[in-house]
């Protein structure tokens, strides 16, 4: 897959706020900053700057004075998020807004999180076609479930199920459906319950729509294993989440230049 990046940084001390949710698991910390540089090496030599919300620093006020020390004058501020909810539409906004209003000199714009970029949706289908590799069951024998976080907002709970639905259409598979670990229904318990029960399938691959290591994916694992064990006739299998591959940071890129994009007209 390629990407026009040289339309997406044209600013002449353009810089990229690569903003994280951030979590309490070392490794998906480790794994933002690791995305963080393969970033920088994809838009190099744009600086890249890493901040997080909640519960690391660097934070976005941090993140920002760092790019403009280096002498960066418009910031693209790039949301690390699979959908837009409460963080993309009010929490780094608002932030943002602060930073321009301690420096009103440099300028900025807010990239759309990744959602269904199209870098996303393959590197899913890569993760998905993995997974199904290893089982040992007939593809109208298996069943496929895509795991969101889980959000209270329901744009976000569409654009789940939107994915889902694109996912479905690469897959050989009888049948591929939505679940969410919180926030919203169905619920991942009752959706292995459901599909366990209808006696369709001898292999049910559950893939976690998460970008990193953590406590969400642990959890996920946990209610598959319980699954597993209610019902060991199926196959069980958890997927990979999408860690800090080289099509995150394309997908991340392709955001940038669609921002930078809108702000010229």
Not at 21 to 41: C, E, I, P, Y
Request: aromatic content about 6%; overall charge positive; proline content about 6%.
């Amino acid at each position: 897959m390629s990407t026009d990046l040289n339309s997406a940084i044209d600013h002449p001390h353009a810089g990229i706020l690569l903003i994280g949710h951030g979590t309490r698991d070392s490794n998906g910390t480790s794994q933002f900053f690791q995305l963080t540089d393969v970033l920088a090496k994809l838009l190099s030599p744009t600086p890249v700057q890493a901040a997080l919300l909640e519960f690391q620093e660097p934070n976005i006020h941090q993140g920002w004075k760092r790019l403009t020390e280096k002498g960066v004058k418009h910031i693209h501020a790039a949301p690390l998020l699979l959908f837009a909810a409460g963080h993309a539409k009010q929490d780094i906004p608002s932030e943002l807004m602060e930073c321009k209003r301690l420096e009103p000199g440099i300028t900025f714009d807010q990239c759309r999180p990744i959602s269904r970029h199209p870098a996303v949706l393959e590197l899913a289908q890569n993760r998905l076609n993995s997974t199904l590799s290893q089982i040992n069951a007939g593809m109208d024998r298996t069943a496929v479930v895509m795991v969101g976080r889980g959000s209270y907002d329901p744009c976000a709970q569409t654009d789940m199920q939107v994915l889902t639905g694109l996912i479905k259409h690469r897959l050989q598979v009888k049948q591929t459906v939505t679940a969410f670990y919180a926030m919203a229904n169905p619920r991942l318990p009752e959706m292995l319950r459901q599909l366990a029960e209808a006696k369709q399938f001898d292999a049910i691959v559950i893939q976690p729509h998460l970008l990193f290591e953590g406590r969400l994916y642990q959890a996920i694992c946990k209610q598959v294993a319980t699954a597993a064990k209610e019902h060991p006739g199926i196959q069980w299998k958890v997927s990979g989440y999408l860690g800090p591959d080289t099509l995150v940071a394309q997908a991340i890129a392709g955001r940038i230049r669609q921002a930078s994009t809108l702000n010229k007209e």
